[in-house]
């Protein structure tokens, strides 16, 4: 199963840190497409420089021109729409139903008011909680539970650089290095 974040209304004058923390959180716990709308090149450009530096695991990172028409193009072609919000159904209760579908996952998140079109085209509106919070913490909670904590630890392509897990200090490696700093 593949999941793509698709972020909506995104506000560049006011929400460039989140929406960048909206991107870097996708790529880091388990989705492989980032979308946006509407479009922020610098966010775009800022995410590839991310994957060609820590590795590749972004298949798509784009803007989208019509993020309704990419939504309805989703459901007819590719798989389920999952839309994050607070006043969705208990996360508990639609994991399981959402992990059993097997097919490729389109999850939104928001930033200013999401219209109403995209709570009726969603296979599922899922809250994660019924509290306000972030849409950063949202879309990491529901890829920690989707992927059950396995998405955090996987090797990402082509790694020009990749950390060395130490108890103390930081070791980093070029990305053809091993664990012990050998190259392979
Ligand atoms: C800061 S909220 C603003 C939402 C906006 N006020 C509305 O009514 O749609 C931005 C995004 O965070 C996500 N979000 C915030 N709280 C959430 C929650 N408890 N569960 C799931 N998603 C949440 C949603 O994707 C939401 O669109």
Redesign the pocket.
């Known amino acids: 199963m593949k999941v793509y974040v698709l972020r909506?209304?995104h506000r560049p004058e006011r929400d460039k840190r989140i929406t960048t923390h909206v991107a870097l959180v996708a790529r880091a716990f388990g989705a492989s497409g980032f979308l946006l709308n509407p479009c922020d090149e610098k966010i775009i450009e800022k995410i590839r420089e991310t994957e060609s530096r820590w590795g590749r695991f972004l298949e798509e990172i784009e803007c989208v021109r019509s993020p309704l028409d990419y939504v309805r193009k989703w459901k007819e072609s590719r798989g389920k729409v999952v839309?994050?919000?607070?006043?969705?159904m208990k996360?508990d209760e639609a994991i399981e139903e959402i992990k059993d579908t097997k097919s490729d996952l389109l999850l939104?998140?928001?930033?200013?008011?999401?219209p109403r079109e995209y709570y009726d085209l969603a296979d599922w509106n899922?809250?994660?909680?019924?509290?306000?919070?972030?849409?950063?913490?949202?879309?990491a909670?529901?890829l920690d539970r989707l992927f059950d904590g396995k998405e955090l630890y996987r090797e990402p392509a082509n790694p020009q650089i990749k950390i060395v897990p130490s108890r103390r200090g930081k070791r980093v490696v070029k990305g053809s290095e091993d664990s012990e700093g050998a190259s392979r």
């Open positions: 909506i209304g839309h994050l919000t607070m006043y969705g996360l939104i998140v928001g930033a200013e008011k999401v899922v809250s994660v909680g019924n509290q306000p919070h972030s849409e950063v913490a949202a879309l909670v529901f």
